[in-house]
């Protein structure tokens, strides 16, 4: 591991300071906007909490950043990518305290295990990972350690799982909490990695919002501890505890129910709103699926998981059909009355 005292010095202002680093990420998103409006705050303004976000740099002025810190020797994010988590965290939990780590290019874990040290000397109390090393090209036992020392120093270690449907490093690490993603709804999105230990957390098909991955369900996770950390002052085991079981957020216990079948197989879900409201929704899809879903003749779905329609009075009773090509994959009838 390369000592913390070699890393240098290049630049300093009286609102960031600049950390020049060695450390490659691969980041867990899918490409498109954020809204962090939809992510409802976990509690009211309590104490200041820091947390260290290692990412892709933040946009100047950007709210509750406190520290920024780069690989590159500028202060121009290197994609949108940061500012969207650290909205997200800020969401969660208004008095989050955020150190921006600003990385760039492919992963290189020996440097992943440096940025944590890195944030447990600027004095994380949390630390959000919205990212994925792949292709198993990393040193885990280097990394390993670098979580394990953060954790005997009370910081709390909080992973995106990946979106590529199986649990990638640092989300699959002893003592990191990995994140996978739900709907608004609380069902699976269909690219995210699901196993046993897994917290799930919103990360896909909300209102208002393009962007999805786990990614930006991690940051909610994050900034969630960091409400629990500013509200009740826990720290270590107690802190996990306590997150793991937070209302907002839920459990994986099996991945079973979304492991690869040979036959593909989908489910719908036909749901009553208000007044003559219908909401369908496309359960056990999977990344790249070119599905065609119809509800009586009408085609009213390609590719996304769901669209509510209106119905007309006269109608009691709807069928819809999910089909892929000139393949039938579910179908189901429903009462209205």
């Known amino acids: 591991m390369v000592p913390l005292r070699k890393m240098i010095s290049v630049f300093m202002s009286d609102s960031c300071r600049v950390v020049l680093l060695g450390a490659l990420l691969a980041f867990a998103v899918a490409p498109a906007s954020v809204s962090a409006a939809t992510y409802t705050p976990q509690a009211p303004n309590g104490a200041p909490v820091r947390v260290c976000m290692p990412d892709t740099g933040v946009a100047d002025g950007t709210a509750g950043v406190v520290e920024r810190l780069t690989a590159t020797g500028s202060l121009e994010p290197t994609s949108p990518h940061g500012t969207q988590m650290a909205a997200i965290i800020r969401a969660a939990y208004p008095s989050a305290q955020i150190v921006s780590v600003q990385r760039s ?3 290189t874990t020996i440097t992943i295990a440096e940025v944590i040290d890195l944030c447990v000397a600027r004095g994380a109390q949390v630390i959000s990972m919205s990212f994925t090393l792949t292709d198993g090209g990393y040193d885990r036992p280097a990394l390993q350690a670098a979580v394990d020392r953060a954790r005997a120093a009370g910081v709390l270690l909080v992973g995106a799982a990946g979106n590529e449907r199986r649990i990638e490093a640092p989300a699959d690490l002893p003592g990191v909490i990995g994140v996978g993603a739900v709907d608004g709804d609380g069902d699976t999105c269909a690219f995210s990695a699901a196993g046993h230990g897994l917290l799930m957390a919103l990360g896909c098909d909300v209102e208002n919002v393009d962007s999805q991955g786990t990614s930006d369900a991690a940051a ?6 960091a409400a629990i950390i500013g509200t009740q002052g826990l720290s270590g085991a107690a802190l996990e505890s306590v997150v ?36 369908i929704k496309v359960l056990g899809r999977q990344r790249g699926d070119v599905l065609f879903v119809r509800a009586g003749k009408r085609e009213i779905m390609r590719r996304n998981g769901r669209v509510v329609l209106h119905i007309p009075h006269r109608v009691h009773r709807i069928t819809v059909t999910v089909t892929s090509e000139d393949t039938t994959l579910a179908r189901v009838t429903r009462r209205l009355r």
């Open 105 to 107: 290019g492919g992963p």
């Open 220 to 225: 909610y996770v994050a900034g969630t501890a």
């Open 244 to 279: 793991r079981a937070h209302p907002g957020l839920r459990g994986q216990a099996s991945e079973e129910a979304f492991r690869p079948s040979v036959t593909r197989k989908v489910q719908i879900a036909v749901k009553r709103l208000k007044g003559r409201r219908v909401q």
